[in-house]
């Protein structure tokens, strides 16, 4: 019986043409005696998800080159069994491990297109050539989107598709924004000249909120705590908060991957224990979704700060052009106001634009609202399913939907009664909705492996291994983490809400 990761033989059912003969490349995975030859063509990774016939299912991979020499140029097990219920769950995917050269024929084409919308999207009269121009970088998003599996076949880093997939959407969602805008943007109030038009365009890439832009007026940015002019002194403030976020992203994944050994692998596994009772069984899980909520925060902070030190060294732009990515999600006392002001607004200018406008002028106000929502919903699905373990659409676009129901059911509830949902009321509300809604949607991460995600090159887990520099090797890691991951943030988010509370009376 073959374990997890284990490969079938170095390389399986292969006639005499040579490695050489088929320009392949050595490459071995993770997994110890996991031999791949990768060839420069696609490759298909079938996965079974049934009753097999054998406790063994082997992950193939074949090139449509060559068929004389070879049937199977890539076989890898990368199975996994089930034991109590005889079902075997594998990735899914017909795509290729880039190289330099698919770099360069897929994914170049994408920046290029959108960098020269962003610079044509200045200029007047370009109207109808943006428009002509409008199918060419979704196509593009697709074709690098349907091949290439960054992962190259190794499913725990199967979540660096997830964030190509994330960053392929935001560049596609824009440009299709871009194609379709009447006025110009300008940055700085100063109209562009077409040698300056194309310098912008590089600000406008990485712009994602407008800042400093006429198109930016109604998103909501949080007054940021460092305010200086200095670059010098921002870089090593954006420096310190990547490598504590970074610390944090690890330490809070590491403690949802200690509840259960699955949680942290890519079979995935429920954060629902149906071992337990009813109670504890749903009280686990509330503190794993607690746990995820952080994760997401420090998550999104630790590649935000990493990103601001490459744009500010590279591009050379403003500290102003990064002010903070949230504005305390914590302290939200409504539903509007966490999703419309305190939540990250990365993606609103796209989600309003192409789901908010389309449906508002069809349906009115809430068709605004419900299809900000559905957009979104609908871009998480797409995200999640990169991962290569599927992941249900309805529980996922069904939380967004609700959370646009429930902005509606804050609009009418202040109609009805001329108040605003607000106060300690307020936050109650906002967080019991989220949470009702938002346990589903991380029971699906975790049986879709998303814990299961490589933090740092190589593997590295920092949080890990400074804990093993100060504790006895049989005390349980995990545990510990638990514990200082609930003892850092409860009293942190006490001292706010007080704080808060304080404010307001």
């Known amino acids: 019986m073959g374990r997890p990761g284990a490969a079938s033989g170095p390389v399986n059912g292969y006639s005499p043409c040579s ?43 074949t090139v449509g080159a060559r068929k004389a020499c070879f049937t199977r140029p890539w076989t890898v097990n990368h199975s996994t069994t089930d034991s109590e219920n005889s079902r075997t769950h594998d990735i899914v995917t017909e795509k290729i491990c880039p190289t330099g050269k698919d770099a360069v024929v897929y994914i170049l084409p994408i920046f290029a297109m959108q960098y020269f919308m962003g610079a044509l999207v200045q200029l007047k009269n370009t109207a109808l050539f943006r428009v002509a121009l409008l199918p060419i970088t979704p196509w593009l998003a697709w074709r690098a989107v349907s091949a290439l599996d960054l992962s190259c076949g190794v499913h725990e880093k199967a979540q660096i598709n ?75 403030h954006a420096a310190i908060c990547a490598f504590f976020y970074g610390l944090a992203f690890d330490a809070f994944t590491e403690a949802i991957c200690s509840f259960s050994p699955n949680l942290g692998s890519w079979r995935g596994d429920s954060i629902l224990d149906y071992s337990l009772p009813l109670v504890p069984r749903y009280l686990r899980a509330l503190k794993i979704l607690y746990l995820s909520v952080w994760l997401t925060y420090f998550a999104l902070h630790w590649t935000y700060y990493c990103l601001a030190v490459v744009c500010i060294i590279v591009f050379y732009q403003h500290p102003s052009q990064w002010p903070p990515l949230f504005d305390k999600p914590w302290l939200s006392t409504s539903l509007s106001d966490f999703w419309g002001r305190r939540w990250h607004q990365v993606f609103r200018f796209a989600l309003v634009s192409l789901g908010g406008g389309p449906s508002a002028y069809l349906f009115g106000l809430p068709g605004g609202v419900l299809g900000t929502f559905l957009l979104s919903g609908i871009f998480h699905v797409i995200e999640l399913r990169a991962v290569g373990r599927g992941g249900s659409t309805a529980v996922q676009v069904g939380f967004f939907i609700l959370n646009g129901v429930g902005v509606l059911l804050e609009r009418a509830w202040a109609k009805k009664t001329g108040r605003r949902v607000g106060g300690i009321s307020g936050w109650i509300w906002t967080f019991s909705w989220i949470t009702l809604w938002g346990l589903p949607v991380v029971d699906e991460w975790a049986k879709a492996g998303r814990f299961a995600v490589d933090r740092f090159p190589g593997g590295v887990k920092p949080t890990m291994a400074l804990l093993s520099m100060v504790l006895p090797p049989e005390v349980d890691k995990g545990y510990t983490l638990q514990c200082l991951c609930f003892g850092t943030s409860l009293p942190f988010l006490s001292i706010h809400a007080i704080h808060a509370v304080l404010a307001v009376g």
Request: charged share 20%; no cysteine.
């Open 19 to 61: 490695l050489q003969d088929l320009r392949g490349r050595r490459v071995t995975s993770e997994h110890e005696n996991d031999t791949i030859s990768r060839p420069s063509f696609s490759y298909k990774t079938r996965a079974t998800v049934g009753f097999p016939s054998s406790s063994e299912t082997t992950t193939r991979a």
């Open 162 to 236: 997830a964030i190509f997939v994330s960053h392929i959407m935001m560049l596609s969602s824009r440009a299709i924004v871009w194609a379709v805008v009447q006025e110009p943007y300008i940055r700085g109030n100063v109209p562009a000249s077409v040698p300056a038009a194309f310098w912008n365009a590089w600000d406008l890439l990485l712009n994602s909120r407008g800042i400093g832009w006429n198109w930016s007026r109604g998103i909501p940015v949080a007054k940021p705590s460092l305010e200086t002019n200095s670059r010098i002194r921002f870089l090593v």
